[in-house]
């Protein structure tokens, strides 16, 4: 496995809505208060706003995996509460034996938790008005997952790894559940850190096209929207900062494409194959297709521009459909 994450100049990140690979961004944020602070926990200190944070915490013998237990019956760790002295402290005490457990506080909103964070340490990569978030914990394995949003990752103390999957590998992952989830969206079984091809011979070709990125305190790096990754966090204390926005324009309401694909798993399960390859082509020229040029503007209906109007009145006649 030797394909690296590409490296830009801070000055080609823009635009990032046209790019369609991650990058990463050396040192970009070298310069943060945050980075150069010589005890990342005193200086989070000073913009505490001493209310309790999430933690998940995991024991020893999950051996930093924030994933299923072998059975998949429950999750390799439990959910607690700490303010953010208290996380630290935890830290100190698991930094001091030789098994620690797995301590992780996970997408903390920064203006709730940390104001005025986010005014002394800019991200000029993120979009205007979109709102960091803090991950503090130790030496923590989170699953191959993916986000439904574009995002901006910066490394703040620590060391991580992050392995990368395009968004067409997703059939070589080995992806769990969609309603029993460690943090609200479907994990990889399959882990690239300990690859076990026997049980998973598809993620052969996962890992061929996978793409590695070790970043330093400092480091950012880019990863496109449902770009798959796997995220190890190195050192006894690792703290990183994420930006996460959305470039399409806001789903309709009820009508979100995870929504939608739930739906379609409901609608076409237990289909004959030969009737499952015909919705497959329908899908792919009526729903991936894009506006039919051949079909008068006026006649074009929902493939067509509707108004909000129009939205509306298929949104309710959809949701007259799904009460039958």
Do not use: C
């Amino acid at each position: 496995m030797t394909n690296r994450v590409e490296e830009l100049a801070p000055v080609a990140a823009i635009p990032l809505a046209q790019r369609t690979n991650p990058a990463v961004f050396r040192g970009i944020a070298a310069d943060w208060p945050a980075v150069r602070a010589p005890d990342p926990g005193a200086y989070l200190a000073k913009f505490d706003s001493g209310g309790p944070i999430g933690i998940a915490i995991a024991p020893p013998d999950a051996e930093g995996r924030l994933a299923y237990t072998p059975d998949m019956s429950a999750l390799t760790f439990t959910r607690d509460s700490a303010t953010l002295a208290r996380l630290f402290a935890h830290l100190d005490t698991a930094a001091r034996v030789s098994s620690p457990p797995a301590i992780a506080a996970q997408a903390v909103m920064v203006p709730g938790a940390l104001p005025g964070f986010a005014a002394e340490n800019p991200m000029p990569l993120a979009p205007a008005g979109v709102a960091p978030r803090i991950w503090i914990g130790n030496s923590v394995r989170v699953a191959t997952h993916h986000d439904m949003n574009s995002n901006i990752a910066v490394v703040m103390a620590g060391r991580r790894r992050f392995t990368l999957f395009p968004p067409d590998q997703v059939a070589n992952l080995y992806i769990g559940p969609i309603e029993f989830t460690p943090a609200g969206t479907p994990i990889g079984l399959f882990d690239p850190d300990e690859p076990d091809f026997d049980r998973f011979p598809l993620a052969r070709e996962a890992m061929a096209h996978a793409q590695i990125a070790e970043l330093e305190p400092g480091d950012a790096l880019f990863i496109p929207h449902m770009w798959w990754h796997h995220v190890r966090s190195l050192d006894p204390v690792s703290i990183l900062v994420n930006y996460w926005w959305d470039e399409a324009p806001p789903p309709q309401p009820g009508l979100a494409p995870l929504d939608a694909m739930v739906h379609a798993i409901l609608a076409f399960s237990g289909l004959p194959e030969n009737q499952r390859a015909a919705w497959r082509a329908m899908f792919d020229e009526f729903v991936f297709g894009g506006v039919p040029q051949h079909v008068p503007e006026e006649r074009r209906g929902i493939r067509g521009s509707l108004s909000e109007e129009s939205k509306a009145r298929v949104r309710r006649q959809l949701g007259q459909m799904m009460s039958r």
